[in-house]
């Protein structure tokens, strides 16, 4: 339930350290754990500064550099009845913690007849563009959205990165929220005050369009959009889908725009090799087949490691491969 009234202007990072101080602050049983999480530093990014001094070093605390012991003692204290947020500070990261998270925190609830949630949050940061090279730059969320019992959040606006994180954290199953580093201080929306969350499993239409579906997440929510303004002036007509959920999934907003447009294409900075623009692109298909004024496009990076190079890391991202795929798709 949202307290939020007025609204400030705030950068992403802003409204992600906002929402953890929220939720420290209205339950004693949430605590935050991670690497270098304590000020004076407030993890690598500083999200946390300031949170350590505020609620002490018990409620913000700082771990070894070993993400399983991070995993296993957040699900631990998750059985325990706490709701711990867990920081792995890196999304390649959480694969050293894959048993962890896919064996336990994602089943522990439907094998125990529902008489065990897991409270968790795991919030990772990720993205290519900052030259962070290919150990430290994946979009790793179709291997998420694979384990059944997890769910998967993906902001675009400081706004929604509020209200979704506030919302994870007082979900009673493990969620995985995935920032997108190259946002957090790029995105600047007016975010409300206080207690705001935003359901899970809820799509924003960022953009109303006739022509085509753009279906998207993340960063890529921003180059979608630019490309919408810009194709507007041809009088070509873009729709913009944000999912924010990947998992659960609104599949009636998907379904509900590409019935309008006929025409969709989905976008996403993981490689497009099996990537979840494959699986939405299923989806539409079946649902929508007979509706369809063509195949459904899907547009992703190039199937390659993450590059270091700033010309390769560029040519490796979608941005650029998103117009050819639209006017290809509007013949």
């Known amino acids: 339930m949202s307290t939020a009234t007025a609204t400030h202007a705030k950068s992403m990072l802003e409204a992600i350290h906002d929402a953890l101080d929220v ?23 500083g999200i946390h500064k300031g949170l350590s ?15 399983q012991a991070i995993m296993g003692a957040a699900i631990g204290a998750a059985i325990a009845g706490m709701r711990p947020v867990a920081e792995i500070m890196l999304m390649n990261f959480i694969s050293v913690a ?14 125990s007849g529902g008489a065990t949630p897991v409270p968790l949050t795991v919030r990772t940061t990720t993205g290519a563009g900052a030259g962070f090279g290919a150990q430290h730059s994946d979009m790793l969320e179709n291997q998420l959205i694979h384990v ?31 920032e997108m ?6 995105v600047r929306d007016e975010v409300p005050d206080g207690d705001y969350r935003v ?31 810009q194709l507007a002036g041809e009088g070509i007509s873009l729709e913009v889908i944000d999912l924010r959920t990947l998992q659960p999934l609104d599949t009636e907003t998907i379904f509900t725009s590409v019935a309008k447009t006929r025409r969709a294409v ?14 939405l692109s299923a989806q539409i298909h079946s649902e929508l087949f007979g509706d369809l004024a063509g195949p459904v496009g ?6 390659t490691p993450v590059p270091y190079a700033s010309s390769l890391e560029q040519a490796y991202l979608p941005t650029s491969r998103i117009e050819p795929a639209v006017r290809a798709l509007l013949g």
């Open 298 to 303: 899907r547009v992703g990076s190039a199937n």
């Open 53 to 67: 001094t505020k609620y002490g070093p018990e409620r913000v605390r700082c771990t070894p550099i070993s993400e």
């Open 98 to 111: 894959a048993d962890q998270l896919f064996n336990h925190a994602a089943k522990l609830r439907y094998m």
């Open 23 to 45: 939720a420290l602050e209205s339950d004693p049983d949430v605590f935050e754990l991670g690497e270098d999480i304590q000020d004076p530093k407030g993890g690598g990014f």
């Open 199 to 229: 359901p899970l499993g809820s799509a924003r239409v960022a953009r109303e369009g006739s022509d085509l579906t753009l279906i998207t997440y993340g960063k890529q929510v921003l180059d979608c959009l630019a490309l919408a303004e």
């Open 181 to 186: 580093s190259s946002l957090y201080f790029t």
């Open 266 to 279: 989905v976008v996403h900075e993981a490689v497009t090799r099996a990537g979840f623009g494959a699986e």
């Open 148 to 178: 059944p019992g997890l769910k998967v959040v993906v902001p675009s606006t400081a706004a929604d990165a509020k209200g979704l994180l506030l919302a994870s954290i007082f979900d009673d199953d493990p969620c995985v929220f995935i």
